[in-house]
């Protein structure tokens, strides 16, 4: 599908259907007359498999107890085999409510307080959250802006674990907001890593089935013919993918059956939640029949990007548009013609946009801000006209 067509027949307005980015503005930003490209959601209807699956159940009117059926397993493993080559055993699943409830459930299970849990800033700031909320020690390593391209000095990923007795190593695969689908070979880096040391590895690969380009993203437990699996704790979701996080279901996959069974365990005593009955039946429709839909919004996803990197740079010759192998949230770097202390005058007053700020991801990165380019490009056009514009004026 291209990309008149996807955005023909998905984009749909979202303001005053109850959307934290188009209705909460005011309560998070503190002025309710912005164009909202902030936090990671979409203007776009999910795919018409999911929407007939949902209008089926809603028809039938009752929305007892659920529990998530074979063939739900089946469509993910169907969908992980086919697009990965991870064959997924059902006995290695649960069902999550969500992936951030995942990282607080996995936290609890697997770490005591005060345990050294380490990340890699710029990271999605839930990962400082649930550290910081559960009483563990944070403990960063800085990836480094190779101009556009964000990098990991191993050597101090190990010093860090090392120095500070890392318990867990949170991996955001692909990386949120770096923009990194990470190789093969850096995977077998870190997972070497946190194997010499005995660090356990929550893997939130969310964004697995946004690889833009020509980049291929390897799901934690494959690397190095699974050398490294019984220690990788996976989380994916469908959510990020097909545009429904407000469905709240996430998988989660655990392949060594000792790590299964503590979270079982764990969520005998901790997890009395129900399933959701309308987030797995969108999730399984979603794997069954969403990839041309995916395929339309991942040529939405590259053109948006690849405009707004050209629009910018051309107009402005000090900015930067980091690269964007994987996700559709580009860090964009504005220090070169803005003190960080600027950059929300200049983006929220002077530009009207919502946009996530560089420092909500680590201290390290004020200057820059993060865009949501999973929209219609009218507003991604409109987004950089008035950037530019604003930048004209200084
Ligand atoms: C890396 C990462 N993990 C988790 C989430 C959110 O997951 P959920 O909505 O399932 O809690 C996001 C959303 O942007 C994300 O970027």
Avoid at 94 to 100: D, I, K, L, N
Avoid at 144 to 149: H, L, Q, S
Avoid at 333 to 358: I, M, S, T
């Amino acid at each position: 599908m291209n990309v008149e067509t996807f955005v023909e027949n998905y984009y749909v307005e979202r303001k005053n259907t109850d959307s934290l980015k188009w209705d909460l503005l005011e309560e998070r930003f503190g002025d309710a007359d912005l164009l909202p490209m902030w936090v990671a959601d979409m203007e776009f209807k999910a795919p018409d498999g999911v929407f007939e699956a949902l209008t089926e159940r809603i028809q039938h009117g009752a929305y007892g107890y659920s529990f998530v059926p074979d063939s739900y397993y089946q469509a993910f493993s169907d969908w992980m085999e086919k697009y990965f080559g991870y064959k997924v055993d059902k006995e290695w699943c649960r069902p999550a409510t969500g992936v951030v409830s995942a990282l607080y459930w996995f936290m609890n299970c697997f770490t005591a307080e005060k345990d050294a849990v380490l990340i890699t800033p710029p990271v999605y700031y839930p990962f400082f959250s649930v550290v910081n909320d559960l009483n563990r020690t944070l403990v960063t390593v800085d990836m480094t802006d190779n101009d556009g391209r964000f990098e990991l000095d191993f050597d101090q990923l190990e010093q860090a674990i090392v120095d500070n007795n890392v318990k867990l190593f949170l991996l955001c695969s692909p990386h949120n907001p770096a923009g990194r689908v990470w190789t093969e070979d850096e995977l077998e880096k870190m997972l070497a890593i946190c194997d010499k040391h005995d660090v356990l590895v929550i893997a939130d690969e969310i964004h697995q089935d946004f690889a833009l380009h020509h980049h291929k993203h390897i799901p934690a437990p494959l690397i190095a013919d699974g050398k490294y699996r019984d220690r990788i704790l996976l989380v994916n979701a469908a959510s990020k993918t097909f545009n429904l996080p407000g469905l709240v279901h996430a998988n989660i996959v655990i392949e060594n059956p000792a790590l299964r069974q503590k979270f079982d365990d764990y969520a005998n005593q901790h997890i009395m939640s129900e399933k959701n009955l309308l987030g797995h039946i969108a999730t399984e429709a979603a794997y069954r029949t969403g990839k041309e839909w995916l395929d339309g919004l991942r040529h939405v996803i590259e053109a948006n990007y690849d405009y707004v990197k050209k629009e910018l740079t051309t107009h402005i010759p000090e900015i930067r548009v980091c690269d964007l192998e994987g996700t559709y949230l580009p860090l964009i770097d504005l220090k070169g013609f803005l003190d960080p202390n600027d950059v929300k005058e200049f983006v929220q007053d002077k530009c009207r946009l919502a946009v996530d700020y560089g420092e909500w991801f680590g201290a390290a990165y004020k200057g820059y801000i993060r865009l949501n380019l999973a929209t219609h490009p009218k507003l991604v056009k409109e987004a950089v006209e008035r950037i530019v514009r604003e930048y004209e004026k200084l």
